[in-house]
């Protein structure tokens, strides 16, 4: 396992694994559903990742898309691929909406429709929500990826 897998909560935040790549719930929710996409490896540039790995992508960008759309309607999905704590390769997906969206006792609005997304807004979801949370992605998986 690689630092940044950990720093994100791996594996217990776990959503799917791959090959190359785990897609895993983002501990600090910008939006509802907010993910991180994370090599498993320990490549820390895009350059020096496997051409399997760059294949795999349309698999992990495929479920990871479908459940935001089918769990809640995403509008867009902001693709952010900032790596400057980091050092691992990684995206983090921000699923965009022009309304709140709600899981459990959570509302969560998108203060930065329909710009950048606000990554100082948004919660830590308590256990509960965070359940309900990945139940209900892992519900709207699309199958095959």
Not at 38 to 50: F, K, S
Not at 116 to 140: E, F, I, M, Y
């Amino acid at each position: 396992m690689n630092d940044t897998l950990a720093t994100f909560g791996y594996p217990m935040s776990a959503l799917r694994e791959y090959e190359h790549w785990a897609i895993l719930l983002r501990p600090h929710q910008v939006t509802m559903g907010s993910m991180v996409v994370c090599t498993v490896g320990r490549e820390t540039r895009m350059a020096d990742m496997a051409s399997t790995a760059f294949a795999e992508l349309e698999l992990v960008f495929t479920g990871a898309e479908g459940a935001l759309r089918g769990a809640f309607g995403a509008e867009k999905i902001n693709h952010m691929m900032l790596m400057m704590v980091d050092p691992h390769v990684h995206w983090h997906l921000i699923p965009r909406y022009s309304g709140a969206r709600t899981v459990g006792s959570t509302t969560i609005a998108d203060e930065g429709w329909p710009a950048l997304p606000d990554l100082g807004s948004g919660v830590q979801l308590p256990d509960s929500d965070r359940a309900a949370l990945r139940a209900t992605l892992l519900a709207a998986w699309p199958d095959g990826t």
